[in-house]
C-alpha cells in the first residue's frame, strides 16, 4: 500500500492503482477488513479525475465494507469523499447527502479536525455549483435554512 503512494506521488498513476490491486486482493485474503476500506479509498481517490463512475463505485465498496464493521469514523470518511466524484458527475444532490451524514457523523464524534475538512468541503460544493442551487438542495434535503457557518467565507 505505502509503496503504491509512493508510484502516485511520482505521477504513475497505472503502477499505483496495480500496487493498491495487489494491496486489496491480499488484505482481502487474510480478512483485514480496515485495511481493504484505506486501500479501496486511496484506489478510488487516485482514479477519480479520470474515472469518476469507476471511483464511485470503489467508494460505495468502501463504505458498505465499512457500515459492516459498524465503524462510524470510516463511515463517515467515506461519506465525505465519496462527495468528490459525485460532484463531478454532477449528482450534486447525491453529493450534498453524503457531506452532511459525514457531518452529522464527524460532530458526533467529536472529531474536530474532519469536521472543519467537511465544512470546507459543503463551501467548496457550495461555490462550485452555485449558491443557489446548493442552498435549494440544501433546504429540500435537510428542510432547514442554511445556517449561518455554512454561507460565510472563509477566515
Known amino acids: 500500500h505505502q509503496i503504491a503512494h509512493?508510484?502516485?506521488v511520482?505521477?504513475?498513476?497505472?503502477?499505483?492503482?496495480n500496487l493498491y490491486q495487489q494491496s486489496l486482493d491480499i488484505f482481502e485474503s487474510v480478512g483485514d477488513q480496515r485495511s481493504k476500506?484505506?486501500?479501496?479509498?486511496s484506489m478510488a481517490n487516485l482514479i477519480q479525475d479520470n474515472n469518476p463512475s469507476k471511483a464511485i463505485a470503489i467508494?460505495?465498496?468502501?463504505?458498505?465494507?465499512?457500515?459492516?464493521?459498524?465503524?462510524?469514523?470510516d463511515i463517515a470518511s467515506?461519506?465525505?469523499?465519496?462527495s468528490d466524484p459525485l460532484i463531478q458527475k454532477k449528482e450534486n444532490r447525491r453529493a450534498l447527502e453524503c457531506l452532511i451524514e459525514a457531518f452529522n457523523y464527524f460532530v458526533q464524534?467529536?472529531?474536530?479536525?474532519?469536521?472543519?475538512?467537511?465544512?470546507?468541503?459543503?463551501?467548496?460544493?457550495?461555490a462550485e455549483i452555485g449558491k443557489y442551487d446548493f442552498d435549494s438542495l440544501w433546504s429540500e434535503i435537510t428542510h432547514s435554512p442554511l445556517p449561518d457557518w455554512l454561507s460565510q467565507s472563509y477566515q
Open 6 to 8: 509512493i508510484f502516485y
Open 10 to 17: 511520482r505521477g504513475d498513476l497505472k503502477s499505483a492503482e
Open 37 to 41: 476500506i484505506v486501500t479501496m479509498a
Open 59 to 73: 467508494y460505495v465498496n468502501a463504505l458498505n465494507t465499512a457500515k459492516g464493521l459498524k465503524s462510524p469514523f
Open 78 to 82: 467515506i461519506l465525505s469523499m465519496l
Open 109 to 126: 464524534l467529536m472529531a474536530e479536525p474532519e469536521v472543519d475538512t467537511t465544512i470546507a468541503r459543503l463551501k467548496n460544493m457550495r
